[in-house]
């Protein structure tokens, strides 16, 4: 024991010993160090804001109180020579019993499971001290001693201190305190002497305790140094739009405005207020206060969770905010707010509100909906992908670039708007690029039946459509996949058009299987073509090339299943090669150049570059078949 503590002991001190887990939990907390040990300010602080919200709570049905007009605040002083912070609130206080029972043992479940997981999780220690109502004992972590001593708001109740160095035991003692309140005088540790800094204390409570509804007056100037207004427990009615961004600006420090602000306060089913945000760009901006994902939590004003990430589903964990909610116990574990179904509630109001604005900026605002697709759709698309369960949730929130409509965003439901009687599909090509796709070959057909094909050309699409197989009624269907007999409808012969007559054609087909050989699974003729001369499609029942894509990216060395190369049999350059010889260079060159011109547009070229060389010698055989035209 030191000095201080033997010389300031009062004489009838009772001694008392901590429970066991207790022991375990103060010696876990003194010898090791902490990153975070500024957190053991917030825990005190949370704990005056609870004493004051208790005796708030008591003046509603007690008149008899101690001191019943004095300010609810909290007075935090410093003494930097000596190394000593004193934090006073005038809440509740407590009585002898309550001290010793109150700081001397612990909840028994919330103290075991906090061992359980501070073992394993040493280097988070700060971050669940709250969630486990060992918020006190964190004060050793910075202090060489304590005392606590109280004043219950009951009026004949008599003040009593409490004092502990952390070891095994702490002292009990009658003590001189004429106000109603807690008074806890912390002596500093040498290596934590920063904390008798009033700068270093402002920094803390600005980043912890910000928005206690109380006011927290520091050092002998007593400035206030919290903000205290909770905007989000403020109605919608009262705050303004610049309020609101301005709160985002101080929580994220984001330049970018933000796009939109959730405010959600509500009674029912649970108590909650809410203040979300869907960032202005979906990349966060180098200053961002926000290192990690999650939404700020609050129980009671006080922050028990700065990155709560089981409050919104993944993939809505774009948005950025604040939550709070008085139905959350503050002194029970994580794991038992999860047992209790709590956080899947407030999870399920939530998301559930996220969306209900979502299809409201939809409606009344799509060009704002549309910088939103732009920069967050890639997440819905994710969601989609990885929550089967959810994924009929989003599919209204999805956007594409259609081949009819490439330059604008359309919904599932506008494309089946426009879908003739006929059609029940809906069709969708995937490839690489939204230029590229466009000049594809499978577009073909559907371009001349005037049918729209959603284009897909974002990597992730792929995996996407994984969980997008039918929108209502309507199975999507890949243009890529070669057409299923019942599909060829009377409207697909167009034998007025034939360039090549069906005896020629299959002389055409045959050398181009002379020619590819192995490298093609078949060549045959295909009613579906009308710009282009050639496609590669799937034989009927293999994998989906969507499929094809997602293999591709999870595994390098995925081989792409060989394909059917078909070809438009009313394509002039086709009948007119009839007339070269088989074994002439020419003939060799142009059903090379066929083949990998359709590789490309599949986007399955392994050498892109490489069909320079070939294209230079067909230009120069062409040239060669013109005279000159200028002396
Ligand atoms: P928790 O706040 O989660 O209950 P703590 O370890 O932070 O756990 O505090 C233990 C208990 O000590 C509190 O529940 C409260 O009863 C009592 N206590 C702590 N600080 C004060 C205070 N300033 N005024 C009154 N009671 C307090
Ligand atoms: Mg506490």
Redesign the pocket.
Known sequence: MTESNESTKPEEAQQYSFKAETKQILNILIHSLYKDREVFLR?LI???S??LNRFRFAMLTERNVLDPDTELCIRLSINKEERMITLQ?S????TKDEIVE??GTIAQSGAREFLEVAREQQDNLAQIIGQF?????SVFMVAEWVRVT?RSYKPRAKATSWFATGEDNFQVASADKAERG?KIEIKLKEEAAEFAEESRLREIIRKHSDFVSFPIYLGESEEQVNQRTAIWRTSRQEVEDEQYDEFYRQLTLELEKPLKHIHLVTDAPLQVYALLYIPGKEERGLLSLRKEDGLKLYSRNILIDEYAKDLLPEYLRFIQGVVDSEDLP??VSRETVQATGMMARLKKILSGQVFRELEDLAQKDPEKYRVFWQEFGGYLKQGVATQPAEAEKIYPFLRFRTSLNPESWSSLDDYVERMSAEQNVIHYLVGDDPKSILRSPHLDYYQTQGMEVLLLTDPIDSFMLMGLRKYKEHELKNVALAAPEEEKTKKDEPEEEKKVSTENFDQVIERFKQQLGERVLDVRGSNRLSRSVARLVDPEGSLNPELQRVYRYLEKDYEIPKKILELNPASQMLSNLLGLKPESDLHKLVIEQIYESALLVEGLHPDPAGIVPRIQELMEAALAKYPPEVE
């Open positions: 825990e949370s704990n005056a609870d004493a609130d809440g509740i206080g407590m109150n700081l109502g060992v918020g006190f004992y109280s807690t503050l002194n």
